[in-house]
DNA sequence: CCATAAATGTCCCGTACGGTAAAAATAAAT
DNA sequence: ATTTATTTTTACCGTACGGGACATTTATGG
Protein backbone atom coordinates (compact mmCIF):
# COMPACT_ATOMS: atom_id res chain seq x y z
CA UNK A 1 0.00 0.00 0.00
CA UNK A 2 1.95 3.21 -1.06
CA UNK A 3 1.83 6.13 1.09
CA UNK A 4 0.26 7.71 -2.15
CA UNK A 5 -3.08 6.03 -2.83
CA UNK A 6 -6.28 8.46 -3.21
CA UNK A 7 -9.31 7.32 -0.85
CA UNK A 8 -11.74 8.86 -3.04
CA UNK A 9 -15.05 9.58 -1.90
CA UNK A 10 -16.56 11.70 0.81
CA UNK A 11 -14.62 14.79 1.61
CA UNK A 12 -15.33 16.35 5.11
CA UNK A 13 -11.78 18.40 6.05
CA UNK A 14 -9.67 20.68 3.92
CA UNK A 15 -6.65 17.99 4.82
CA UNK A 16 -8.46 15.58 3.48
CA UNK A 17 -9.36 16.81 -0.14
CA UNK A 18 -5.64 17.88 -0.17
CA UNK A 19 -4.26 14.71 0.63
CA UNK A 20 -6.67 12.86 -2.12
CA UNK A 21 -5.79 15.55 -5.04
CA UNK A 22 -2.11 15.26 -4.02
CA UNK A 23 -2.75 11.26 -4.19
CA UNK A 24 -4.43 11.47 -7.29
CA UNK A 25 -2.24 14.11 -8.94
CA UNK A 26 0.71 11.76 -8.36
CA UNK A 27 -0.91 8.57 -10.04
CA UNK A 28 -1.29 11.19 -13.02
CA UNK A 29 2.54 11.41 -12.84
CA UNK A 30 2.23 15.19 -12.96
CA UNK A 31 4.32 17.61 -10.87
CA UNK A 32 3.12 20.80 -9.29
CA UNK A 33 5.01 22.36 -11.82
CA UNK A 34 2.92 20.70 -14.42
CA UNK A 35 -0.50 21.40 -13.42
CA UNK A 36 0.44 24.82 -12.16
CA UNK A 37 1.11 25.44 -16.07
CA UNK A 38 -2.16 23.45 -17.03
CA UNK A 39 -4.45 25.60 -14.47
CA UNK A 40 -2.41 28.66 -13.97
CA UNK A 41 -2.11 28.35 -10.51
CA UNK A 42 1.16 28.99 -8.75
CA UNK A 43 3.03 26.16 -7.53
CA UNK A 44 3.39 27.52 -4.02
CA UNK A 45 -0.97 27.53 -4.42
CA UNK A 46 -1.33 24.09 -4.93
CA UNK A 47 1.62 22.92 -2.62
CA UNK A 48 -0.39 24.63 0.12
CA UNK A 49 -3.63 23.51 -0.98
CA UNK A 50 -2.43 19.88 -0.94
CA UNK A 51 -1.06 20.20 2.44
CA UNK A 52 -4.77 21.10 3.71
CA UNK A 53 -4.52 25.05 3.57
CA UNK A 54 -8.08 25.86 4.54
CA UNK A 55 -7.87 29.52 4.05
CA UNK A 56 -7.65 28.47 0.04
CA UNK A 57 -9.71 30.20 -2.39
CA UNK A 58 -12.87 27.82 -3.12
CA UNK A 59 -13.00 28.85 -7.03
CA UNK A 60 -8.56 28.37 -7.32
CA UNK A 61 -9.43 24.60 -5.63
CA UNK A 62 -12.16 23.86 -8.46
CA UNK A 63 -10.41 24.52 -10.74
CA UNK A 64 -7.17 22.75 -9.83
CA UNK A 65 -9.54 19.79 -9.54
CA UNK A 66 -11.26 20.01 -12.96
CA UNK A 67 -7.63 20.11 -14.56
CA UNK A 68 -7.24 17.23 -12.61
CA UNK A 69 -9.81 15.32 -13.84
CA UNK A 70 -11.61 14.87 -10.76
CA UNK A 71 -15.56 15.45 -10.01
CA UNK A 72 -17.32 17.16 -7.30
CA UNK A 73 -20.41 15.90 -6.46
CA UNK A 74 -22.72 17.50 -3.37
CA UNK A 75 -25.81 15.90 -2.16
CA UNK A 76 -27.78 15.96 0.62
CA UNK A 77 -26.20 13.27 3.54
CA UNK A 78 -27.99 10.14 3.07
CA UNK A 79 -29.90 10.87 0.17
CA UNK A 80 -32.44 9.07 -0.92
CA UNK A 81 -31.30 10.42 -4.27
CA UNK A 82 -30.28 7.61 -6.85
CA UNK A 83 -26.76 7.22 -6.94
CA UNK A 84 -26.36 6.65 -10.98
CA UNK A 85 -28.51 9.40 -11.98
CA UNK A 86 -25.87 11.64 -11.18
CA UNK A 87 -24.33 12.02 -14.06
CA UNK B 1 -40.92 24.09 -10.67
CA UNK B 2 -39.87 26.68 -7.84
CA UNK B 3 -36.92 28.87 -8.62
CA UNK B 4 -35.58 27.14 -5.50
CA UNK B 5 -35.38 23.60 -6.00
CA UNK B 6 -32.22 21.94 -5.16
CA UNK B 7 -29.80 20.60 -8.22
CA UNK B 8 -28.26 17.61 -6.53
CA UNK B 9 -25.09 16.80 -8.13
CA UNK B 10 -22.19 17.62 -9.76
CA UNK B 11 -20.92 21.22 -8.65
CA UNK B 12 -18.66 22.61 -11.37
CA UNK B 13 -18.43 26.39 -10.38
CA UNK B 14 -19.04 28.64 -7.30
CA UNK B 15 -21.86 29.91 -9.00
CA UNK B 16 -23.44 26.62 -9.27
CA UNK B 17 -22.11 25.03 -6.26
CA UNK B 18 -23.83 28.05 -4.43
CA UNK B 19 -27.05 27.99 -5.88
CA UNK B 20 -27.37 24.23 -4.74
CA UNK B 21 -26.48 25.81 -1.11
CA UNK B 22 -29.22 28.13 -0.98
CA UNK B 23 -31.67 25.90 -2.73
CA UNK B 24 -31.11 23.38 -0.28
CA UNK B 25 -30.96 25.55 2.73
CA UNK B 26 -34.59 26.70 1.55
CA UNK B 27 -35.64 23.34 1.61
CA UNK B 28 -34.84 23.26 5.27
CA UNK B 29 -36.70 26.45 6.26
CA UNK B 30 -33.24 27.83 7.62
CA UNK B 31 -32.77 31.62 6.97
CA UNK B 32 -28.88 32.92 6.73
CA UNK B 33 -29.58 33.84 10.54
CA UNK B 34 -29.87 30.28 11.68
CA UNK B 35 -27.30 29.22 9.96
CA UNK B 36 -24.99 31.60 10.95
CA UNK B 37 -25.79 30.58 14.14
CA UNK B 38 -25.33 26.66 13.87
CA UNK B 39 -22.13 27.49 11.72
CA UNK B 40 -20.67 30.39 13.49
CA UNK B 41 -20.25 31.84 10.16
CA UNK B 42 -21.72 35.07 9.54
CA UNK B 43 -24.63 35.96 7.67
CA UNK B 44 -22.39 38.23 5.20
CA UNK B 45 -19.94 35.27 4.05
CA UNK B 46 -22.89 32.73 3.43
CA UNK B 47 -24.97 35.29 1.79
CA UNK B 48 -21.87 35.60 -0.65
CA UNK B 49 -20.53 32.10 -0.79
CA UNK B 50 -24.43 31.26 -1.99
CA UNK B 51 -24.05 33.96 -4.86
CA UNK B 52 -21.03 32.19 -5.94
CA UNK B 53 -18.18 34.20 -4.52
CA UNK B 54 -14.86 32.58 -5.83
CA UNK B 55 -12.64 33.72 -3.33
CA UNK B 56 -14.36 31.94 -0.16
CA UNK B 57 -12.35 30.11 1.67
CA UNK B 58 -12.84 27.01 1.52
CA UNK B 59 -12.63 25.71 5.05
CA UNK B 60 -15.65 27.98 5.59
CA UNK B 61 -17.71 26.56 2.87
CA UNK B 62 -17.12 23.10 3.78
CA UNK B 63 -18.19 23.80 7.09
CA UNK B 64 -21.75 25.53 5.68
CA UNK B 65 -22.02 22.85 3.91
CA UNK B 66 -21.77 20.30 6.45
CA UNK B 67 -24.42 22.06 9.14
CA UNK B 68 -26.49 21.99 6.23
CA UNK B 69 -26.58 18.16 5.64
CA UNK B 70 -24.68 18.12 2.25
CA UNK B 71 -21.95 16.27 1.27
CA UNK B 72 -19.08 16.30 -0.94
CA UNK B 73 -18.21 13.59 -2.89
CA UNK B 74 -14.48 14.04 -5.32
CA UNK B 75 -13.47 11.43 -7.68
CA UNK B 76 -12.10 10.60 -10.85
CA UNK B 77 -14.21 11.95 -13.47
CA UNK B 78 -15.73 8.33 -15.63
CA UNK B 79 -14.77 6.96 -12.76
CA UNK B 80 -14.10 3.36 -12.45
CA UNK B 81 -15.01 3.26 -8.72
CA UNK B 82 -17.91 1.86 -8.20
CA UNK B 83 -20.31 4.19 -7.17
CA UNK B 84 -22.20 2.51 -4.38
CA UNK B 85 -18.59 1.51 -1.90
CA UNK B 86 -18.52 6.25 -1.72
CA UNK B 87 -19.85 5.63 1.92
C1' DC C 1 26.19 7.83 -2.80
C1' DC C 2 25.40 11.59 -6.02
C1' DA C 3 22.93 14.44 -9.27
C1' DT C 4 18.78 16.13 -10.43
C1' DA C 5 13.91 16.91 -9.95
C1' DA C 6 10.29 18.26 -7.14
C1' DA C 7 8.41 20.48 -3.31
C1' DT C 8 8.50 23.93 0.19
C1' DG C 9 10.00 28.26 2.32
C1' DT C 10 11.08 33.34 2.36
C1' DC C 11 10.45 38.07 1.12
C1' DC C 12 7.77 41.51 -0.91
C1' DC C 13 3.66 43.36 -2.99
C1' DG C 14 -1.11 44.63 -4.28
C1' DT C 15 -5.43 43.14 -3.31
C1' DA C 16 -9.15 41.61 -0.51
C1' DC C 17 -11.13 38.31 3.01
C1' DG C 18 -14.43 37.78 6.84
C1' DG C 19 -16.33 39.82 11.00
C1' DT C 20 -19.13 43.53 13.23
C1' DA C 21 -22.74 46.81 13.20
C1' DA C 22 -26.11 49.18 11.04
C1' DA C 23 -28.63 50.82 7.00
C1' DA C 24 -30.94 49.83 2.81
C1' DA C 25 -33.21 46.81 -0.29
C1' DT C 26 -35.95 42.94 -1.26
C1' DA C 27 -39.00 39.09 -0.23
C1' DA C 28 -42.61 37.10 2.29
C1' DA C 29 -46.52 37.22 5.20
C1' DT C 30 -50.68 39.31 6.57
C1' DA D 1 -51.80 47.57 0.53
C1' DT D 2 -49.09 47.30 4.66
C1' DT D 3 -46.17 45.10 7.89
C1' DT D 4 -42.69 41.95 9.02
C1' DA D 5 -38.85 38.99 7.89
C1' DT D 6 -34.88 38.18 5.31
C1' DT D 7 -31.16 39.35 2.49
C1' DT D 8 -27.89 42.47 0.74
C1' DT D 9 -25.05 46.47 1.08
C1' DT D 10 -22.04 49.76 3.34
C1' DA D 11 -18.24 51.29 6.22
C1' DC D 12 -14.53 50.05 8.91
C1' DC D 13 -11.00 46.98 10.77
C1' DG D 14 -7.21 43.54 11.43
C1' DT D 15 -5.51 39.86 9.04
C1' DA D 16 -3.79 37.36 5.15
C1' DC D 17 -4.28 35.58 0.29
C1' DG D 18 -1.88 34.44 -4.01
C1' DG D 19 1.70 35.68 -7.27
C1' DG D 20 6.59 36.48 -8.55
C1' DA D 21 11.35 35.65 -7.79
C1' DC D 22 14.58 33.12 -5.71
C1' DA D 23 16.59 30.13 -1.95
C1' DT D 24 16.43 25.96 0.63
C1' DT D 25 14.95 21.41 1.64
C1' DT D 26 13.30 16.97 0.41
C1' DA D 27 12.45 13.19 -2.73
C1' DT D 28 13.69 10.41 -6.55
C1' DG D 29 16.33 7.72 -9.77
C1' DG D 30 20.54 5.74 -11.35
Given amino acids: ?12 TTEGLGKLAR ?13 SGLSDLSPKFLSEFERGKPTAEIGKVLKALRILGLEVIVRPVRSNV ?4 EA
Fill in 1 to 12: MSKYTPQYGQIR
Fill in 23 to 35: AHRKTRRLTLDTL
Fill in 82 to 85: KRNQ
